[in-house]
């Protein structure tokens, strides 16, 4: 049970978009449509972003959005803002247990 | 509207049990579909999803802290707990309960801190 690889950080311009990738494998990401990305500020819990590859929960701005291809996961934030700055995780159902990825640090510059 | 608080001590004496019981209110465990997890984080460090129990028991844990670990479910009380037995300096973090559907964690705790020191 391999932790998801995501890349350490990732940085773009307000206004910009950046994507955040999240590579699995057959067994996690690439055998399940159950995967999720959570944003974390410091000092406070993860949020879910999206859930299920692609869906919103309620409250979430449609600027975030995901996809999956194949055993990897993106997490597309378009229209870069200040509040956006935080680590994201990526998250997949590896039947029965949960994965985790490293977490990407999202600087905005 | 649901919520989860963690509770338990927050220092851990090398070798010794680590607690933790996560009362959850706004839903019922007896009657969701859902799993709860437990979910850590060490300082400065990544999320690691410890396990899960939904309320008829059913229990999944990580592989690699399987042989120390017990989650248990209490449905009277709305509380779900987590023992890690023989814990090191490793074990010290962040311990966050969560709900969970599929690998999914909706709604989560504002997480405890565990140090484990002597």
């Known amino acids: 049970q391999s932790a998801l690889t995501q890349p350490r950080s990732v940085s773009g311009s307000p206004g910009q978009s950046v994507t955040i990738s999240c590579i699995g494998s057959?067994?996690?990401?690439?055998?399940?449509?159950?995967v999720s990305w959570y944003q974390q500020h410091p000092g406070k819990a993860p949020k879910l972003m999206i859930y299920?590859?692609?869906k919103w929960p309620s409250g979430v701005p449609d600027r975030f959005s995901g996809s999956k291809s194949g055993n990897t996961a993106s997490l597309t934030i378009s229209g870069l803002q200040a509040e956006d700055e935080a680590d994201y995780y990526c998250?997949?159902?590896?039947?029965?247990?949960?994965?985790f990825g490293g977490g990407t640090k999202l600087t905005v510059l | 509207q649901l919520q989860l608080q963690e509770s338990g001590p927050g220092l851990v004496k090398p070798s010794e049990t680590l607690s933790l019981t996560c009362t959850v209110s706004g839903d019922s465990i007896r009657t969701s579909s859902h799993f709860w997890a437990w979910i850590r984080q060490p300082p400065g460090k990544g999320l690691e999803w410890i396990g899960s129990i939904n309320y008829g028991g059913s229990t999944y844990y990580r592989p690699s802290l399987r042989s120390r670990l017990t989650i248990s479910v209490d449905t009277s009380k709305d509380q779900l707990s987590l023992e890690v037995r023989s814990v090191t300096a490793a074990d010290t973090a962040v311990y966050y309960c969560a709900r969970e559907l599929w690998g999914v964690s909706d709604y989560w705790g504002q997480g405890t801190l565990v140090t484990v020191s002597s």
């Open positions: 057959s067994s996690d990401v690439g055998g399940y449509n159950y």
């Open positions: 998250c997949s159902y590896a039947g029965p247990f949960v994965v």
């Open positions: 299920d590859v692609n």
